[in-house]
């Protein structure tokens, strides 16, 4: 049986924002154009289609965005489509304004709304788009080289005035239920500890004792590189200043972390994944997810994509400890 043309292809944005997601827009856009594909921007994720905040997207309208953070077709949380009437509804819709693929930039749980639409006959394609990094199917997800470059330039600058006082610096980076970009800026900064939620047991004693250790050995500094999902820094700070005597300060860098110009990684990685996901709708192909694996830009079933699990590797940990003599 002959597969039925895409027409129109969908887009939307959904979840938290993340420096990049403008290049896979524009990617989407410009490619399905490219194809005689036409194309509508879903404002506001799950939200703007269930209230059919839907737009027509011109190879002008992306004109001058790939350098922005944020996602010019914004995003946002929606509870309704998780719900089996707000499903159907949003399926509607996309039948209503012809949209027979749709391309959904998000995380895990963004993808498993797509999963629902792919199952009501909406063909969908899911692009990694959070700078958590906790897409188990992927090595990349858009946004993430930013967040952990922006997070790195910002703790290289506490680190500056930590070493002046010789102070305790506790900074909490993003990453509610992971902890890549702790870790990775817990390498990258040269931090004491990492704390990250994947370890939420960590031990305060042995921290405040290795800070003493620290300080007799002429270590000017002591630098902590915290995860949200461990998250009480200013008491932490109040703890450790009290057990070491050693002046201790909290900062919390929050959602600076999400916005900024994309680095070139991120506008690169988003753009061939953009490109990919139209390609893919283009053969008839629907419930997948974009991934980059072992140095490879692929593609997996949603369902066997969300079934995957990702963790923290241990080598890496191992490193950061070896490294914070
Ligand atoms: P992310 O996509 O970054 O993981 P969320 O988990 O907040 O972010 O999910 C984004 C949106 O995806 C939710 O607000 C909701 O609209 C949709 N979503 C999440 N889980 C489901 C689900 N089980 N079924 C349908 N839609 C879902
Ligand atoms: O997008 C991921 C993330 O930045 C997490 O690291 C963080 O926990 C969460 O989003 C914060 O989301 P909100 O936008 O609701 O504050």
């Not at 992927?138 to 470059?149: H, K, P, Q």
């Not at 330039?153 to 506490?158: F, P, R």
């Given at each position: 049986m002959t597969?039925?043309?895409v027409?129109?292809?969908?887009v ?12 896979a ?5 410009r ?13 506001q994720g ?5 209230e ?16 922005r953070g ?41 993808f498993?709304?797509?999963e629902?639409?792919?199952n ?6 899911g ?9 188990a199917c ?12 922006t997070?790195m ?6 680190r ?5 006082h ?5 900074i ?42 620290s300080?007799?050995?002429?270590k ?22 009290e ?8 900062t919390?860098l929050g ?18 994944m953009?490109?990919?996901?139209v390609?893919?709708?283009?053969e ?6 974009i ?5 490879e830009?692929?593609d ?15 080598h890496?940990?191992?490193v ?6």
């Open positions: 597969k039925k043309r027409r129109t292809i969908g939307l944005t959904s979840g938290g924002d993340a420096p990049g997601m403008n290049a827009i524009r990617a989407v856009t490619t399905a154009l490219g194809k005689g594909i036409k194309v509508r921007g879903i404002r799950y939200q703007g289609l269930l059919e905040e839907i737009i027509d997207l011109s190879a002008r309208d992306v004109s001058d965005t790939i350098q944020g996602t010019i077709l914004q995003t946002a949380r929606c509870d309704q489509m998780k719900t089996e009437a707000g499903q159907q509804k949003a399926a509607a819709i996309c039948k209503k304004y012809g949209i027979d693929g749709l391309v959904v930039i998000g995380g895990d749980g963004s498993r709304g797509a629902k639409l792919a009501l006959g909406v063909n969908t394609i692009v990694p788009g959070t700078i958590d990094l906790d897409i992927t090595d990349y997800t858009i946004g993430f080289d930013t967040a952990v470059n997070a330039e910002a703790i290289d600058k506490v500056d005035t930590s070493t002046s010789q102070r305790c610096s506790i909490e980076v993003m990453g509610r239920d992971a902890g890549f970009i702790a870790l990775w800026c817990g390498i990258a900064n040269g931090a004491e500890r990492i704390l990250m939620p994947e370890e939420h047991d960590y031990d305060e004693k042995k921290i405040i004792e290795d800070i003493q250790a300080k007799e050995r002429g000017k500094n002591y630098i902590i590189i915290n995860a949200e999902g461990v998250g009480d820094s200013l008491n932490m700070a109040k703890r450790i200043e057990a070491t005597g050693m002046e201790t300060r909290a919390i959602h600076m972390q999400r916005g900024g110009s994309p680095t070139c990684k991120d506008r690169v990685y988003a753009s061939i953009g490109s990919m996901a390609d893919l709708l283009a008839g192909k629907s419930n997948r997810v991934g980059y694996k072992h140095g830009y692929t997996f079933d949603i369902n066997e994509a969300l079934k995957m699990t990702k963790e923290i590797p241990p890496h940990i191992e950061a400890q070896e490294l914070a003599l």
